[in-house]
Nanobody, 111 residues
Framework: QVPLIESGGGLVQVGGSLRLSCANS????????VAWFRQAPGKAREIVAQ???????TYADFVKGRFTISKDNAQNTVYLQMTNLEPEDTAVYYC?????WGQGTHVTVSS
């Protein structure tokens, strides 16, 4: 079991920003693909963004231009910078490193 510890979620108003973090002490993220997923109430889990070992970034269409995935290999931490948040972004956000999942962090965007 690899603990991925997510943080940074919370309540924010429409148009606001949050930065999610995902830290772990066992997997060197420099050699793994990392990603963020989310699951809104009553909906299926969906991928938000992915960052490959080679540095390629891909984003879901619904977050392009608003969210940025990044990582700090020295800190072994993955980030998701979220800006211009919308009520539709309300969800539990999960990070993944290789095939390991975090426990999720809640993001609520209020209008």
């Amino acid at each position: 079991q690899v603990p991925l510890i997510e943080s940074g979620g919370g309540l924010v108003q429409v148009g606001g920003s949050l930065r999610l973090s995902c830290a772990n002490s066992k997997l060197p993220i420099s050699v793994y693909d990392v990603a963020w997923f989310r699951q809104a109430p009553g909906k299926a889990r969906e991928i938000v963004a992915q960052l490959t070992v080679r540095g390629n970034k891909t984003y879901a269409d619904f977050v392009k231009g608003r969210f940025t995935i990044s990582k700090d290999n020295a800190q072994n931490t993955v980030y998701l910078q979220m800006t211009n948040l919308e009520p539709e972004d309300t969800a539990v956000y999960y990070c993944t490193v290789d095939h390991y999942w975090g426990q999720g962090t809640h993001v609520t965007v209020s209008s």
